[in-house]
Nanobody, 124 residues
Framework: QGRLGESGGGSVQAGNALRLSCTAE????????MAWFRQIPGKEREFWTA???SGVADSVAGRFTMSRDAKSQTLLQRSNLLPEDTGTYYC??????????????????????WGQGTQVTVSS
C-alpha cells in the first residue's frame, strides 16, 4: 500500500475557501476508493465524502466538493467556510471491492490506509 500525504489545512477566517489535497504514493491509485473523514474533539471519526474506484460518488457533506484525478491526487474543497467546519480531516484509501455499497464505504473500519490528518480551524 502506498502512503497518503495530506496538505492544505490550517487556520482560516469564516467566509474563506478551503482546499485540501491528498496524494497517494501508489500506482494502484485508480483501483482505490478514496474518501475523506472528519473528526472533531470528543467524537468518532465520521464519513464525509468518497469517490469509489468505479467513479461512483457518495457524500454527506453537501457543501464540500470532492474530486480525484486519474493518477494520484484527491481534493476536498469548500467555499464560504463556517466555524462548524472546524475539525481534523483525514484522507483514506481502500482497494476497490465489487458489490459493496455506500454503507460499506462510509464505515471507517473498512479503510486500511490513512493519511496523518490535517487540522482545519475556522474562526468567525
Amino acid at each position: 500500500q502506498g502512503r497518503l500525504g495530506e496538505s492544505g489545512g490550517g487556520s482560516v477566517q469564516a467566509g474563506n475557501a478551503l482546499r485540501l489535497s491528498c496524494t497517494a504514493e501508489t500506482r494502484a491509485f485508480p483501483k482505490y476508493t478514496m474518501a475523506w473523514f472528519r473528526q472533531i474533539p470528543g467524537k468518532e471519526r465520521e464519513f464525509w465524502t468518497a469517490i469509489r474506484w468505479s467513479g461512483v460518488a457518495d457524500s454527506v457533506a453537501g457543501r464540500f466538493t470532492m474530486s480525484r484525478d486519474a493518477k494520484s491526487q484527491t481534493l476536498l474543497q469548500r467555499s464560504n467556510l463556517l466555524p462548524e467546519d472546524t475539525g481534523t480531516y483525514y484522507c483514506a484509501a481502500h482497494m476497490g471491492v465489487a458489490g459493496q455499497g455506500n454503507s460499506y464505504y462510509r464505515d471507517a473500519r473498512n479503510y486500511d490506509n490513512w493519511g496523518q490528518g490535517t487540522q482545519v480551524t475556522v474562526s468567525s
